[in-house]
């Protein structure tokens, strides 16, 4: 048997429809209230100017994902990376070779504060020992696997949940090309397999970077935007005296 219930998500202010999940032979009831484990950090790294580190993110779509379902799974992972105090810019870039203007933001050679996000249906050959949500290669690639947020969500009979389990996806690999291959921890977004307890909270909104982590991966911003301040766009001409 499964009972309805409500959630209000922050980023929407909408009440979604949520299922009571069936754990062992008995339905437990899920409590909004009193939930531990999860971390609710302030927005630790803006300077005194209030300026947040930022980065640029160049959206490849291999899957099946719908432009608006990708386009709410940016929107959930840049909400998540603003709670630590970042600020994602999301650009989707075409598959393939193209004859744009090499100058193009997808089309230049990748800056300093550049990552590669990859949307993947599924692995095709699994030679990550840790790739339940895809993988990164340091310090700029991430890939994610929707169907796994389609599966999660399929699990719980609850379609709507696949954008905000993907963007969810999206920030735990952005996170591990900001803090490090060992970014996982015991709770947070960074934990390396997520139970129904991680997706309910992430469909509170809850889910997050712990405040340890987000200070982390704001010194790791600021120190590719200063490398990229030092580093001559390869657009420009070259300085003569």
């Not at 744009?100 to 699994?126: F, G, K, M, W, Y």
């Not at 947070?188 to 397999?193: N, T, Y």
Request: include cysteine; proline fraction near 6%; charged fraction near 20%.
């Amino acid at each position: 048997m499964k009972a309805a219930f409500g959630i209000q998500h922050p980023a929407t202010g909408k009440t979604l429809a949520y299922w009571r999940l069936l754990f062992g032979v008995g339905c437990v009831a899920v409590s909004l209230v009193g939930i531990t484990g999860f971390a609710i950090p302030e927005t630790v790294c803006a300077s005194e100017n209030d300026f947040s580190p930022t980065i640029t993110v160049l959206v490849y779509n291999y899957s099946q994902a719908s432009p608006a379902m990708l386009a709410g799974a940016e929107r959930e992972a840049g909400r998540i990376m603003r709670k630590a105090g970042l600020r994602a810019v999301w650009l989707e870039c075409p598959n393939g070779r193209s004859t744009a203007d090499p100058q193009e933001p997808c089309q230049r050679a990748i800056q300093a504060t550049d990552i590669r996000l990859r949307v993947l249906s599924a692995p095709v050959q699994n030679k990550f020992e840790d790739a339940v949500f895809g993988f990164t290669v340091h310090p700029v690639l991430a890939t994610v696997y929707y169907e796994h947020a389609v599966h999660r969500a399929e699990s719980d009979d609850a379609e709507f949940e696949i954008p905000m389990i993907l963007g969810g996806v999206i920030a735990h690999e952005l996170g591990h090309l900001l803090l490090g291959s060992n970014g996982h921890s015991g709770n947070g977004i960074m934990r390396s397999h997520w139970e129904p307890r991680q997706v309910r909270q992430l469909m509170q909104g809850m889910l997050l970077f712990t405040t340890e982590q987000s200070q982390h991966m704001c010194v790791e911003a600021r120190a590719r935007m200063r490398l990229r301040a030092r580093t001559p766009d390869p657009g420009l001409p070259a300085e003569s005296d």
